[in-house]
């Protein structure tokens, strides 16, 4: 009868053993699903992130495409012809032309508007800043402070905070 017994016990023993052993495949499979889980949840944080990072970095890159078209505009109409020896017809249809030329460069700016830029232009006689205006020029002026605004040649942009072009200024001496 012992025997028996003892055969009873090492048979529980051994099971006891294996479900010992079963158990710890079990927490270690859990630990290996949720370190995977994690991972993907990491993997598709990171993909948002880069994916951000890419449209971020494709509209800069095509505002500053457009942005040199907009400042090129704006300097040709910087440079209005002398119509007074031109016939009052050839002046009409030259104003109708313009018109739309302005009509074109209008759309063009609230296009960049609604894509979220924003055009930068300092104020005539405000301090220089040169961590977010450039100088293109110095000259001296009377009344003036030294290191003040006095012209602005081109509006500066940005794009939500990131300054994409700065203003270009004439800066008192």
């Known amino acids: 009868m012992t025997e028996k017994k003892d055969s009873k016990t090492s048979k529980a023993s051994r099971a006891s053993?294996?479900?010992?052993?079963?158990?710890?495949?079990?927490?270690?499979?859990?630990?290996?699903?949720?370190?995977?889980l994690a991972?993907?949840?990491?993997?598709?944080?990171?993909?948002s992130r880069e994916r951000d990072d890419i449209r971020r970095y494709a509209m800069e890159r095509a505002a500053e495409g457009?942005?040199?078209?907009?400042?090129?505009?704006?300097?040709?109409?910087?440079?209005?012809?002398?119509l007074s020896s031109c016939?009052?017809?050839?002046?009409?249809?030259i104003f109708s032309w313009l018109s739309g030329i302005i009509h074109i460069r209008t759309a063009m700016v609230e296009e960049l508007k609604?894509?979220?830029?924003?055009?930068?232009?300092p104020e005539i006689g405000s301090p220089y800043l040169p961590q977010i205006q450039e100088s293109v020029g110095a000259r001296k002026e009377e009344g003036s402070k030294s290191e003040h605004i006095l012209e602005v040649v081109a509006r500066g942009w940005k794009l939500g905070e990131k300054l994409l072009r700065p203003p270009r200024v004439i800066i008192s001496e």
């Open 17 to 36: 053993k294996v479900v010992e052993e079963l158990e710890m495949k079990c927490e270690e499979y859990l630990a290996g699903w949720k370190r995977a």
């Open 39 to 47: 991972d993907y949840d990491n993997l598709k944080r990171d993909l």
């Open 66 to 82: 457009f942005l040199g078209v907009l400042e090129h505009f704006d300097q040709a109409m910087k440079h209005e012809p002398d």
């Open 87 to 93: 016939d009052k017809d050839v002046k009409k249809k």
């Open 114 to 121: 609604a894509l979220g830029l924003e055009s930068v232009e």
